[in-house]
């Protein structure tokens, strides 16, 4: 059946804006539903893809980057969630669905063509939104294969050149907790690493707080039996981390150890490990370690040190944790957004309507050391509605400007001004701010740098919904990054 796209003329303006070092072209694109969903980016066709939803209706918007119409592309009746994905015998990269049927292609002719029959924990369709979800994995190969979780497998589907799939079903049970009488079932998380230095990319799960691993073998296949690893690290189970006051057990003085990342932080090739701990002070107060094992490869593979190799300590809870290079010295950084949950940050809630938050700023050194101490810190304000039962994040990002890997710090004042902090080379980031005029949505945090147009600088995309003005409502603004050089 051929499903095509309905075409509708956007209205949009576009303008320069222009401030000493920072130049970037502004777009205002008009949509015909909120902007509250995903965004996703195909370069390689000069698309952006834009889900947006009320409780009545979902929407996905497929914006042209290079006259920035706008077309509406029917979402399939039984779809669930939407990304991207390389196909055999496509130029780029090509927009896939999950269904409840299994997993479909959305042709650029506007035809579903059906890639993976299978089950999944997605068995009923929110008929109310649609969001981008990754359930695209990178074996190894140059084209994309998937992994569907259902309640006792990760059901891996890996594509072959001619566009066919073979099926390994990997036994890991689903996540489930029951906190109420509505039960609640999570995939379990999985990472994909060479743990036995066979140059062949293996799939990690944890269970009971043990490290498991499906191999992959020299033909491609995989084993769907996982086999522990004898890594001198654990995590905490998941009974050890229910910690819920119906449990019958304290709060003060438990930790609860979890995998925050698997990735190379020190830039030698290997990756290494990063142990999120949160230590209970009482049932609102905790404190939140970060424990990096720097990765060593051995004949056999990869091994960690049973103890941390660097430790970063907060005395608060982070809200956001992101690690990525900041500073373009090749080795992953730390930013970590954090309050004081406390009978004080209670009390300046009920009175103010707001909470301070903290942005700390950690540079992993020469030695491979993170100081005590972070790098930089930025304060912001975190507006609360105890009424409307909401809170605001501050617009607070990192964008490269231009591409050569070093970031400078986005900071949104107000409801109409950005202000740059430039890297510094002394201090992180400069102290005086270029500041620009422009609408900010109200919720920070649907607030996007990517790039757009694959020139390796940071683009800035603004979404407005219908918590925002009537003049902003379900537009988009893209910040384009420009050339420095004066045209």
Same mark, same amino acid.
């Given at each position: 059946?051929?499903?095509?796209?309905?075409?509708?003329?956007?209205?949009?303006?576009?303008?320069?804006?222009?401030?000493?070092?920072?130049?970037?072209?502004?777009?205002?694109?008009?949509?015909?539903?909120?902007?509250?969903?995903?965004?996703?980016?195909?370069?390689?066709?000069?698309?952006?893809?834009?889900?947006?939803?009320?409780?009545?209706?979902?929407?996905?918007?497929? /914006?042209?980057?290079?006259?920035?119409?706008?077309?509406?592309?029917?979402?399939?009746?039984?779809?669930?969630?939407?990304?991207?994905?390389?196909?055999?015998?496509?130029?780029?990269?090509?927009?896939?669905?999950?269904?409840?049927?299994?997993?479909?292609?959305? +042709?650029?002719?506007?035809?579903?063509?059906?890639?993976? *029959?299978?089950?999944?924990?997605?068995?009923?369709?929110?008929?109310?939104?649609?969001?981008?979800?990754?359930?695209?994995?990178?074996?190894?190969?140059?084209?994309?294969?998937?992994?569907?979780?259902?309640?006792?497998?990760?059901?891996?589907?890996?594509? *072959?050149?001619?566009?066919?799939? /073979?099926?390994?079903?990997?036994?890991?049970?689903?996540?489930?907790?029951?906190?109420?009488?509505?039960?609640?079932?999570?995939?379990?998380?999985?990472?994909?690493?060479?743990?036995?230095?066979?140059?062949?990319?293996?799939?990690?799960?944890?269970?009971?707080?043990?490290?498991?691993?499906?191999?992959?073998?020299?033909?491609?296949?995989?084993?769907?039996?996982?086999?522990?690893?004898?890594?001198?690290?654990?995590?905490?189970?998941?009974?050890?981390?229910?910690?819920?006051?119906?449990?019958?057990?304290?709060?003060?003085?438990?930790?609860?150890?979890?995998?925050?990342?698997? +990735?190379?932080?020190?830039?030698?090739?290997?990756?290494?490990?990063? /142990?999120?701990?949160?230590?209970?002070?009482?049932?609102?107060?905790?404190?939140?370690?970060?424990?990096?094992?720097?990765?060593?490869?051995?004949?056999?593979?990869?091994?960690?040190?049973?103890?941390?190799?660097?430790?970063?300590?907060?005395?608060?809870?982070?809200?956001?944790?992101?690690?990525?290079?900041?500073?373009?010295?090749?080795?992953?950084?730390?930013?970590?957004?954090?309050?004081?949950?406390?009978?004080?940050?209670?009390?300046?809630?009920?009175?103010?309507?707001?909470?301070?938050?903290?942005?700390?700023?950690?540079?992993?050194?020469?030695?491979?050391?993170?100081?005590?101490?972070?790098?930089?810190?930025?304060?912001?304000?975190?507006?609360?509605?105890?009424?409307?039962?909401?809170?605001?994040?501050?617009?607070?990002?990192?964008?490269?400007?231009?591409?050569?890997?070093?970031?400078?710090?986005?900071?949104?004042?107000?409801?109409?001004?950005?202000?740059?902090?430039?890297?510094?080379?002394?201090?992180?980031?400069?102290?005086?701010?270029?500041?620009?005029?422009?609408?900010?949505?109200?919720?920070?945090?649907?607030?996007?740098?990517?790039?757009?147009?694959?020139?390796?600088?940071?683009?800035?995309?603004?979404?407005?919904?219908?918590?925002?003005?009537?003049?902003?409502?379900?537009?988009?603004?893209?910040?384009?990054?420009?050339?420095?050089?004066?045209?």
């Amino acid at each position: 059946m051929r499903i095509w796209l309905f075409v509708s003329v956007c209205l949009l303006s576009s303008t320069s804006l222009v401030a000493s070092e920072v130049r970037l072209d502004k777009v205002d694109i008009d949509l015909p539903h909120p902007v509250n969903g995903s965004l996703l980016a195909l370069p390689e066709r000069q698309q952006l893809l834009v889900s947006g939803f009320n409780q009545f209706e979902r929407w996905l918007s497929q /914006i042209s980057l290079s006259d920035f119409t706008v077309s509406q592309i029917p979402i399939p009746a039984k779809a669930q969630f939407f990304t991207k994905a390389t196909l055999a015998q496509q130029k780029s990269e090509q927009l896939v669905f999950i269904t409840t049927d299994g997993i479909s292609w959305f +042709t650029e002719k506007g035809e579903l063509k059906p890639l993976v *029959q299978s089950g999944s924990l997605y068995r009923v369709v929110d008929s109310s939104r649609l969001r981008e979800k990754d359930f695209v994995v990178n074996l190894g190969s140059d084209l994309s294969d998937f992994i569907l979780p259902d309640f006792s497998h990760l059901q891996l589907f890996r594509q *072959q050149a001619d566009g066919q799939f /073979i099926h390994y079903p990997l036994k890991v049970p689903a996540l489930v907790r029951s906190w109420n009488d509505k039960p609640n079932y999570q995939p379990r998380p999985y990472y994909v690493l060479d743990v036995n230095a066979d140059n062949k990319l293996d799939i990690i799960v944890i269970l009971e707080g043990q490290f498991y691993a499906f191999l992959q073998q020299s033909d491609a296949s995989f084993l769907t039996t996982a086999q522990k690893l004898d890594w001198p690290l654990r995590v905490s189970t998941e009974q050890e981390a229910d910690q819920r006051n119906d449990a019958g057990d304290t709060y003060a003085g438990k930790n609860i150890d979890s995998l925050a990342k698997l +990735t190379d932080i020190d830039g030698d090739g290997i990756v290494d490990m990063v /142990i999120e701990r949160e230590q209970f002070i009482d049932a609102l107060e905790r404190k939140t370690s970060f424990r990096i094992h720097f990765g060593q490869q051995t004949a056999k593979g990869i091994s960690f040190n049973s103890e941390p190799d660097t430790t970063i300590n907060t005395n608060s809870s982070p809200i956001d944790v992101k690690i990525a290079d900041i500073n373009g010295d090749g080795k992953q950084d730390f930013y970590i957004s954090s309050t004081h949950f406390g009978v004080g940050t209670i009390i300046r809630v009920l009175l103010r309507g707001s909470a301070s938050l903290d942005v700390d700023f950690y540079l992993l050194d020469a030695n491979r050391r993170y100081k005590n101490k972070a790098d930089f810190r930025q304060a912001a304000t975190i507006d609360v509605s105890i009424g409307n039962f909401r809170f605001d994040m501050p617009l607070l990002q990192l964008v490269d400007l231009n591409a050569d890997g070093k970031s400078s710090l986005l900071f949104g004042d107000g409801s109409n001004k950005l202000r740059f902090y430039l890297p510094d080379n002394k201090r992180l980031f400069q102290r005086g701010s270029i500041d620009l005029k422009v609408e900010l949505p109200r919720d920070a945090k649907q607030v996007k740098v990517l790039d757009l147009n694959n020139d390796n600088k940071d683009d800035i995309i603004l979404p407005f919904s219908s918590h925002d003005n009537n003049e902003q409502r379900n537009h988009l603004i893209l910040l384009l990054s420009k050339n420095n050089e004066k045209s």
